[in-house]
């Protein structure tokens, strides 16, 4: 079983208190002028998809390369982190720009019937794949015990 529970501020300030002061800072970043200059609020877009053998995971992971991406199964728990770094170098006669750059995210999924041994990863073209085998479905039989 594959649980996904995705978790927004909902923006509004409790009732019977406007000057929440809390709530104004948490919602700060939250607003759709701070979605312009950050749109991917630092998650990763992902498709989950289940057929009767597995579950597929595919996560855009653009700019990213293959070690700076950690996969790590805990208990019930998939966890996809990437932490980016990058530097920018121009030189032009005598100008000279240089930018760094570093960012991180994570997404954490909660999973269950898995067999962790077996799961598989690629990394492609910007896209991570993250195939998790199913485990066997325990048939159960009703057998009648005879009493003596």
Avoid: C
Wanted: proline share 4%; glycine share 4%.
């Amino acid at each position: 079983m594959f649980n996904m529970v995705p978790f927004k501020n909902s923006g509004m300030a409790r009732r019977g208190n406007p000057w929440n002061i809390d709530s104004i800072f948490e919602n700060f970043f939250n607003d759709s002028m701070f979605q312009t200059f950050f749109p991917n609020n630092g998650l990763m877009k992902v498709d989950i998809k289940e057929n009767d053998r597995e579950f597929v995971i595919e996560a855009d992971i653009p700019g990213a390369k293959k070690d700076e991406i950690n996969l790590e199964i805990d208990e019930n728990k998939l966890t996809i982190s990437v932490n980016h770094n990058e530097e920018i170098k121009e030189e032009e006669e005598n100008y000279i720009r240089r930018e760094r750059r570093n960012s991180s995210m994570a997404r954490t999924f909660a999973i269950d019937n898995i067999v962790a041994d077996k799961a598989k990863a690629k990394f492609e073209n910007g896209v991570l794949t993250i195939t998790l085998p199913k485990r066997e479905p325990h048939i159960r039989r009703n057998k009648r015990i005879a009493i003596e």
